[in-house]
């Protein structure tokens, strides 16, 4: 919303700003609208979008022109920061990454998959404070007349805190204890080179089989990992070969329902036997039960830890059956397919 509609960065390369007024094409109080670009609306693909609000204690958007100096700015989350991203707008830059697991004077690229780099003499940037954070004479970070762009996310570890930044080893089974269940992970291996992972929810991030995979380092199609698994107090994931990792996890929702109809709602339908989307639940469903109502179909449950497409049914003491024509979720509702028990 700083930049405007229609603006774009790509995280995988050290592109300018561009303007594309085809892909996002408004802002509003609850939400966006997209146009008929391929970059945000391609025919016959599956799309994910990430919405960050502004908010203390969570992430916020500077912008600024360098100076070709050092140069002091501030920012509105009244905490410390956990992760800071910076992206020269005017010329062709890497993205740069602070994050509070780096040691003093180190960065990492956004755009690669390179381990974590030193930056001797003066500095990137220097240590942030609750109010502000200083760039350096980089001119990838502060070229003089340029055009940047940083966001800040927050590290808040207080009890109802959104988000948190940290760092972890995989020397033996790690679990990293956030006090509350994630809904989203980026996490990069700063050790050797590696993807920086995203992980979420919504995609599917099971706690018993593999996650959906994207990389913000790269275009690559969705894939299927084995890193990391959520828990109702953090992650944790298998042995690995010693290596360190940076993270930044935000919290699932966790505002206290203040009536029935935000967290359950019960909708009849009409089988159509093809693709279909179910919503106007008027919240994000965890949990799915299905039952044909003229027909003797068993009952079909599906639920959001356990991932998209497993199906357990409550008149049946069969396993959990994995079924490619069930249930995925969304943002208010759910879709499906084929599958005779839900459509």
Not at 239 to 245: F, I, K, N
Request: hydrophobic residues 35%.
């Amino acid at each position: 919303t700083i930049r405007g509609y229609g603006h774009y960065l790509r995280t995988a390369t050290t592109d300018q700003d561009a303007f594309d007024p085809t892909d996002v094409s408004s802002f509003s109080s609850t939400g966006f609208s997209i146009g008929s670009g391929p970059h945000v609306n391609k025919i016959g693909e599956a799309h994910v979008s990430w919405t960050f609000r502004k908010a203390p204690k969570f992430f916020d958007i500077v912008t600024y022109t360098g100076n070709g100096g050092q140069l002091t700015l501030n920012h509105n989350l009244g905490v410390k920061p956990g992760m800071i991203l910076v992206k020269n707008l005017t010329s062709a830059y890497n993205w740069y990454v602070w994050h509070n697991g780096l040691p003093s004077l180190n960065f990492l690229y956004l755009d690669q998959t390179s381990a974590t780099g030193y930056q001797s003499g003066n500095p990137w940037i220097l240590e942030p404070t609750s109010t502000q954070f200083t760039v350096g004479g980089l001119s990838a970070v502060t070229k003089s007349g340029d055009q940047f762009i940083a966001y800040v996310f927050a590290h808040d570890s207080a009890a109802d805190g959104m988000i948190q930044c940290g760092t972890y080893s995989d020397a033996s089974d790690y679990t990293v204890n956030l006090g509350w269940e994630p809904q989203f992970l980026l996490v990069k291996n700063i050790s050797t080179n590696g993807d920086w992972v995203m992980l979420d929810t919504m995609r599917g991030w099971p706690v018993d089989s593999n996650a959906a995979r994207l990389k913000a380092n790269a275009p690559d199609a969705e894939s299927m990992t084995n890193i990391g698994k959520p828990t109702a107090t953090g992650f944790k994931g298998l042995a690995g070969s010693g290596y360190t990792y940076i993270y930044m996890a935000i919290r699932r929702p966790n505002k206290p329902p203040t009536s029935g109809t935000q967290v359950y709602n019960a909708i009849a339908r009409t089988g159509t036997g093809a693709a279909a989307s179910v919503s106007g639940y008027g919240f994000a469903p965890d949990h799915v039960h299905v039952k044909a109502r003229n027909s003797n179909q068993r009952h079909a449950i599906y639920d959001r830890l356990r991932g998209q497409f497993n199906e357990l049914n409550s008149d049946s003491t069969t396993t959990e059956v994995y079924t490619a024509g069930g249930v995925t979720f969304d943002i208010d509702g759910f879709s499906t397919s084929t599958d005779v028990y839900t459509n």
